[in-house]
């Protein structure tokens, strides 16, 4: 088990241009989430998935943002025309629907975007 | 709609000190309850949870009681170290809901000196 994890770590853009974030799960858990957290702040809810399907994506997620899990296994997060509002640190979390703990969360180390 | 409030920070303690960080809470159903560690740097990581009333969640000395008739989940840890020094994150996610996405409170930065 090596846990959630995430690329790149840290990325720098400027304003306007499209940015790819990557998040690979703990393998066999089904469910996987995207937060984003601002910098005082705790994060907030973005979108999950369960296998390939999204499920629910919050107000928070506008039309220049989509998200992927085209196998149902890593996710992709993409931020498209980006805006100096967008800078902060993307979480991504995954668990096991099934079995005795299915709203425990395990979060990688997060992106953190920052927009020039 | 569902809402954590922790008390607001920063707090600086001495190590051996004895630590509080208070949580409330508002739900619309039957929440489970978290607290989630930031160290520097890193993501997440889950410290304790309970899911049901007078329930305690306790790890790494840490712990922290749900009371319902108070909605709150307070933090506590009887002496804290160096290492302790993290942000920390109250959080909730309902219980019988089928997304049990996660719903957190700003957290509090908790330095500890030497």
């Known amino acids: 088990d090596t846990g959630v994890s995430q690329n790149p770590r840290h990325k720098i853009t400027k304003r306007g241009q499209n940015v790819t974030f990557r998040c690979d799960p703990i393998?066999?858990?089904?469910?996987l989430y995207w937060y984003r957290q601002t910098l005082g702040q705790g994060p907030e809810f973005l979108t999950y998935f369960q296998n390939e399907a999204q499920l629910e994506k919050s107000r928070l997620l506008s039309d220049r943002f989509s998200a992927e899990r085209p196998k149902g296994s890593f996710s992709t997060l993409e931020i498209q025309r980006t805006e100096q509002g967008d800078s902060a640190m993307y979480l991504c979390?995954?668990?096991?629907?099934?079995?005795?703990?299915?709203?425990?969360?395990?979060f990688g180390p997060g992106t953190r975007l920052t927009v020039l | 709609g569902n809402s954590v409030t922790q008390m607001e920070g920063p707090v600086t303690l001495s190590e051996e000190a004895f630590l509080t960080i208070n949580c409330t809470y508002t739900?619309?159903?039957?929440?489970?309850l978290f607290w989630y560690v930031q160290y520097p740097g890193e993501g997440l990581q889950l410290l304790l949870k309970a899911t049901k009333a007078d329930d305690k969640g306790s790890n790494k000395g840490f712990e922290a009681t749900y009371r319902k008739e108070t909605t709150s989940f307070h933090l506590e840890k009887g002496s804290v170290q160096v290492s302790d020094s993290a942000v920390y994150f109250c959080a909730l996610s309902l219980r019988g809901g089928s997304n049990y996405k996660l719903t957190f409170g700003k957290g509090t930065l908790l330095t500890v000196n030497p």
């Open positions: 979390a995954s668990s096991l629907i099934q079995g005795a703990a299915p709203d425990t969360q395990y």
């Open positions: 739900a619309t159903g039957y929440p489970s």
């Open positions: 393998s066999e858990h089904n469910r």
